[in-house]
């Protein structure tokens, strides 16, 4: 599912600039030692809990915030979700120390734009904060597909609000289609290629799913179609 299509921040000749959230010292340090170390990647500020990291992007305009899920005073969903909804163009990518994890998928339903895993290489970190600084989601769609699909299963899982089904009802049924797909972790060029049409017409169709549905990205989109049930657990 990832397809960095979209222009980020490195082709304006500026660095990525990153904020790290998470309460042990180690990670904060080892993070930013590795991020600093790339040209195009700079940590501009910490934060040792989620109400530190929502007030240190208001004051650093960070264009990626590295949250980690289990922080005390307010944890790493309550802080997406407020980051999210001051719409201030941060992206949040969650960090967690395990896969299936149920935090992780309440982060993606708060707007995070994907997940990486704590052990993930120098390399592996540096494209997550690249791909989701260019305005993708950062989705391994084995991982992801198996998350959401284990989690979706939960009693308690929110069905589709009232608003959300009318918004549905809105989609055409090539729209529909490519939700689906984007669903099953499949990238636009993908996409274009099971439908048999052009890339940039699949780019199109997502554009207009996420503002019909008023998603953020494809991670949300993602999830929507598993809480819609257009994707079928297993």
């Not at 195009?40 to 934060?47: F, L, N, Y």
């Not at 099971?194 to 990205?217: N, W």
Request: net charge negative.
């Amino acid at each position: 599912m990832n397809d960095p299509t979209t222009t980020g921040p490195t082709t304006t000749g500026r660095k990525i600039k990153v904020l790290i959230a998470d309460d042990q010292m180690m990670v904060r340090e080892g993070f930013s030692v590795l991020l600093n170390a790339m040209p195009d990647i700079e940590v501009v500020g910490e934060a040792v809990n989620g109400r530190e990291a929502v007030d240190r992007v208001r004051e650093l305009a960070p264009d990626v915030v590295l949250m980690d899920i289990r922080m005390p005073e307010l944890n790493g969903i309550e802080a997406t979700r407020e980051i999210v909804a001051a719409d201030c163009g941060a992206k949040v990518l969650v960090l967690t120390t395990f896969d299936l994890d149920e935090y992780v998928y309440q982060a993606l339903r708060a707007g995070a734009s994907g997940f990486l895993l704590k052990d993930a290489s120098a390399r592996q970190l540096a494209d997550g904060v690249r791909v989701v600084a260019s305005g993708e989601a950062l989705l391994a769609p084995s991982v992801t597909r198996r998350l959401i699909t284990e989690f979706s299963k939960l009693a308690d899982t929110p069905r589709l609000a009232p608003g959300a089904q009318a918004a549905y009802g809105e989609l055409t049924e090539r729209e529909t289609e490519v939700l689906v797909l984007i669903a099953q972790g499949l990238s636009n060029a993908e996409i274009a290629s099971r439908l048999v049409v052009a890339e940039s017409t699949i780019k199109t169709h997502v554009s207009r799913v996420l503002v019909k549905l008023g998603l953020r990205d494809r991670t949300q989109a993602a999830v929507f179609a598993y809480e819609a049930r257009l994707v079928t657990p297993g």
